[in-house]
């Protein structure tokens, strides 16, 4: 099974920052890598697939990047409702699995 | 608009059974593969299992196997997850999620409000 490994596991930052969250696979998974928005009490949301694609209706201040093992999703500059906690997962193998998420917090 | 909603959950006993429904809504549910994925309380997503546009093919995470079957009818554009020997790690809410296109390989666009299931004497 593909470990999801992501970094850091919570984060802390203002409105108008840039932040930057690590995904890493512990095999290769080419492009296969989707992000994932979730707030409290409500189900994710698809932000960005095969690592780099924007999902319809996402807005362009979310952006992903990497092939085989290492990926990342950037915010560029951080609004209010950015602030909820963000999963990858890859869908390249069976069992499909996740990150263990990444909390995005206000400072 | 495309809607997932779930119902089927509730308060199950360890050893028991449990079937959980996914009713979609808004696009040609028959064309699409179908999953559930799970979430402790107050921890990660964990994928539980995918179906085949026509049921022929499914996969399971292994924590599951032999104890879950996920179904579908594409008559009555519904998603099932049958339960049974259900175990106190089990206790989570259960999204239904519609995979993203037609193809083999594809993440999640749409997901349901989730349903809670908890095991427990």
């Known amino acids: 099974a593909i470990r999801m490994t992501q970094s850091p596991s919570s984060l802390s930052a203002s409105t108008g920052d840039r932040v930057t969250i690590t995904c890493r696979a512990s095999?290769?998974?080419?492009?296969?890598l989707a992000w994932y928005q979730q707030k409290p009490g409500k189900a994710p949301k698809l932000l960005i697939y095969?690592?780099?694609t924007l999902q319809s209706g996402v807005p362009s201040r979310f952006s992903g990047s990497g092939s085989g093992t290492d990926f990342t999703l950037t915010i560029s500059c951080l609004q209010s409702e950015d602030f909820a906690t963000y999963y990858c997962q890859q869908y390249y193998s069976y069992p499909r699995s996740f990150g263990q998420g990444t909390k995005l917090e206000i400072k | 608009e495309v809607q997932l909603v779930e119902s089927g959950g509730g308060l199950v006993q360890p050893g028991g059974s449990l079937r959980l429904s996914c009713a979609a809504s808004g696009f040609t549910f028959s064309s699409y593969w179908m999953s559930w994925v799970r979430q402790a309380p107050g921890k990660g997503l964990e994928w539980v299992a995918n179906?085949?546009?026509?049921?022929?093919?499914?996969y399971y995470v292994d924590s599951v196997k032999g104890r879950f079957t996920i179904s579908r009818d594409n008559a009555k554009n519904s998603l099932y997850l049958q339960m049974n020997s259900l175990r106190a790690e089990d206790t989570a809410v259960y999204y239904c999620?519609?995979?993203?296109?037609?193809?083999?390989?594809?993440?999640?666009?749409?997901w349901g409000q989730g349903t809670l299931v908890t095991v427990s004497s």
């Open positions: 095999q290769g998974i080419s492009s296969y």
């Open positions: 179906i085949k546009q026509d049921g022929s093919e499914k």
């Open positions: 999620a519609r995979r993203l296109g037609r193809g083999v390989r594809a993440p999640f666009d749409y």
């Open positions: 095969a690592a780099s």
